[in-house]
């Protein structure tokens, strides 16, 4: 079964840190780019980060709203995505989902459960 | 960054509806268009990419048409199971940016 599975989120103090991991099942993981997506309690969604196939520092992509705070990786060896988030701020609180790309289509067929991000004093 | 506008924000329909929802991009993005569902609780489910491709296991009651800048999902006859909140995704350009979601609720 093709699978995504997020963990690492949890309660965090403005400032902080937090390395959310998604662990990848089922599928070739070193063939596909993965995404990052967060959603807003009780809000829509917005798309976080995109790391492609090669995983090469070029090719990753990043919304404004965390460039410089967040760092997508991944480790093809361990099928596994990470996204270190860094200087967290009270507009970070969210759920976090990765995402699987199509192979030849950027749209996102397979989603994590997501992991809930609390940036609170 | 480019900016997708769904339309309603909330929809009411019974079962056996023909139920359609518009999303228009503020510049092209050709054919590079997403739809999702998402039911409370659960992460997003991919219906419909690249404009009108059907995603595998997606029930033909559901498809997608458009381009450049105005799309729209009609489902063909409204289920149960189908009342839930829709997303339009445009993948054209970075950042890639979501519809702000069309919630269709029981009439």
């Known amino acids: 079964e093709v699978q995504l599975v997020e963990s690492g989120g949890g309660l965090i103090q403005p400032g902080g840190s937090l390395r959310l991991s998604c662990a990848a099942s089922?599928?070739?993981?070193?063939?596909?780019?993965i995404n990052w997506v967060r959603q807003f309690p009780g809000k829509g969604l917005e798309w976080v980060s995109t790391i492609t196939a090669s995983g090469s520092a070029d090719r990753i992509y990043y919304a404004d709203s965390v460039k410089g705070r967040f760092t997508s990786s991944r480790d093809n060896s361990k099928n596994t995505l990470y996204l270190q988030m860094n200087s967290l701020r009270a507009e970070d609180t969210a759920v976090y989902y990765c995402a699987k790309a199509l192979q030849w289509d950027n749209a996102f067929d397979i989603w994590g459960q997501g992991t809930m991000v609390t940036v609170s004093s | 960054d480019i900016q997708m506008t769904q339309s309603p924000s909330t929809l009411s329909a019974s079962v056996g509806d023909r139920v359609t929802i518009t999303c228009r991009a503020s510049q092209s993005i050709t054919s590079w268009l997403a739809w999702y569902q998402q039911k409370p609780g659960k992460a997003p489910n991919l219906l419909i990419y690249?404009?009108?491709s059907l995603e595998s296991g997606v029930p033909s009651r559901f498809s997608g048409s458009g381009s450049g800048t105005e799309f729209t999902l009609t489902i063909s006859s409204l289920q149960t199971d189908d009342f839930a909140t829709y997303y339009c995704q445009q993948y054209r350009t970075y950042p890639w940016t979501f519809g702000q979601g069309t919630k269709v609720e029981i009439k």
């Open positions: 089922g599928f070739t993981f070193s063939s596909y780019a």
């Open positions: 690249k404009a009108s």
